[in-house]
């Protein structure tokens, strides 16, 4: 938007104009905390503890040895509410929660954005919404 729009130094950007200004001050706050020590460590500390951040490997040994090498499994469905959605989430209502935001507004399909987004909001004592797009 400010710094870079679609097409460089000619901006662009396909939103209605009611929303560039929210759009500009998200765009500013990415820019002021996505350096940020102390935002940076609260990120890395809440992807560890609470989303479960890095997911854990496991051997597959029955598999492996069925197939001649081995095989790991990424453990996604161990995380903190079944899915990789709480990775977008968790920093997107981090930066609500430094920008000064109560409320986090979700689009979700299936229902895991929107599960994860609520979880998000409740960590963070922020209200949430959320709209379902249907086929």
């Known amino acids: 938007m400010k710094y870079k729009g679609r097409f460089g130094d000619y901006g662009g950007f396909y939103v209605p104009e009611v929303l560039i200004p929210p ?3 998200l765009e500013e706050a990415f820019y002021r905390f996505y350096k940020d020590e102390r935002f940076v460590a609260e990120l ?3 992807s560890r503890d609470y989303a479960g951040r890095p997911s854990p490997l496991y051997f597959a040994k029955r598999f492996s040895d069925h197939v001649g090498f081995k095989v790991y499994l990424k453990r996604e469905d161990l995380l903190h509410g079944g899915a990789h959605k709480v990775n977008n989430t968790l920093g997107q209502g981090l930066l609500a929660k430094y920008m000064g935001k109560a409320k986090l507004i979700a689009e979700t399909g299936a229902g895991q954005h929107g599960l994860a987004t609520a979880m998000i ?3 963070f004592g922020m209200e949430t919404k959320k709209g379902r797009i249907q086929a």
């Open 23 to 25: 759009l500009e001050e």
């Open 44 to 46: 890395e500390q809440l």
């Open 121 to 123: 909001g409740a960590l």
